[in-house]
């Protein structure tokens, strides 16, 4: 897959058009479209990296697919989600399950960042567990109600997403 071909499939995937992502990155019109044919600068590799959350690398087809960043935070997020909520939603109360979110979002971020890691963020994200129940109490009768699995709540897990990307992007510059 060539260059032009990686940044198609990301505006794809990310749901923008060539047209969108030209004005938000202020580049000239059909600017990505002349990648068809031409290679990028390395400021525009950089540009284009940052905003979709991958690697120079995976943009320019040496990796198959390495997300970096904030992008790489929520895809392990995204991958974890399923599989341990389902498990421990059962099992838990609202405070618990705030508990379950914090942890799968720590080992996110642990993975996200590698060895910038710190002890610091560590403790400093998980003192954020007055934000997670914050955003989680308008789901709070939902998720007390031992009937209900998490997968079926309508958008809890969008939600989680959505606000652990908020309260982990200062760690990603």
């Known amino acids: 897959m060539n260059f ?22 202020n580049y000239p019109t059909n600017t990505l479209y002349n990648y068809k044919s031409k290679d990028p600068s390395g400021q525009r590799l950089i540009e284009l990296s940052k905003y979709f959350g ?11 697919n390495e997300l970096v960043g904030l992008g790489k935070f929520i895809d392990e997020l995204n991958r974890r989600y399923d599989d341990v909520i389902s498990l421990s939603f059962m099992n838990s109360d609202f405070f618990g399950f705030c508990i379950v979110i914090e942890e ?10 590698g060895t910038n890691m710190t002890s610091e963020i560590i403790s400093e994200y998980s003192s954020t567990g ?8 308008n789901f709070k009768e939902q998720i007390d109600d031992k009937t ?3 997968l079926e709540i ?19 510059v």
């Open 4 to 25: 032009y071909q990686r940044i198609q499939e990301l505006a794809k995937k990310k749901g923008v058009s060539f047209k969108q992502i030209e004005k938000e990155l």
């Open 54 to 64: 991958v690697s120079i690398d995976f943009l320019l087809g040496r990796k198959d």
């Open 104 to 113: 799968i979002a720590l080992n996110s971020l642990r993975i996200a960042l």
């Open 130 to 137: 007055f934000k997670r129940q914050e955003y989680l109490s």
């Open 148 to 150: 209900l699995k998490a």
């Open 154 to 172: 309508p958008h809890l897990k969008e939600t989680i997403l959505e606000q652990e990307k908020q309260i982990a992007s200062k760690y990603f």
